[in-house]
């Protein structure tokens, strides 16, 4: 396979956790998200996260809301395995179908003040 786009992000978790209100929250996330973040002890930084990976996700398509992509296109799916995924939805679906991506991969992490992501997309 071969890398067709990376992308990575970092949010100050400080910041998004004073702009996170449920208007936010219905906006940028899904109800799967939203369950599992509500569920944590600090949800705030798990919102952050996944908030860095829909960015990264945008970025690894080299597209974004210009492009007619929404936040809801891109699902951060947390599998049983402990391990987070990318679901791409709508126009993010199409996008990575036009450039023929056959696989993605993520890894986050928050700690302290920021959180982070990256994503790989591969064809």
Not at 6 to 34: A, C, N, Q, T, Y
Not at 85 to 94: M, P, Y
Not at 116 to 123: F, K, N, P, Q, S
């Amino acid at each position: 396979m071969r890398i067709i786009g990376v992308g990575i992000d970092i949010v100050d978790i400080g910041i998004f956790k004073s702009r996170l209100d449920d208007g936010m929250v219905s906006e940028l996330f899904l109800p799967g998200e939203i369950e599992y973040c509500s569920s944590r002890a600090r949800p705030w930084e798990s919102y952050a996260a996944r908030f860095a990976a829909k960015e990264a996700s945008f970025k690894a398509l080299g597209a974004g809301m210009s492009h007619g992509l929404r936040w809801k296109d891109v699902e951060i799916v947390k599998e049983e395995s402990g391990a987070v995924s990318v679901q791409l939805n709508g126009q993010a679906l199409e996008q990575a179908k036009n450039k023929q991506v056959k696989q993605v991969r993520l890894s986050i992490s928050h700690s302290g003040e920021n959180a982070i992501a990256v994503v790989t997309m591969e064809g």
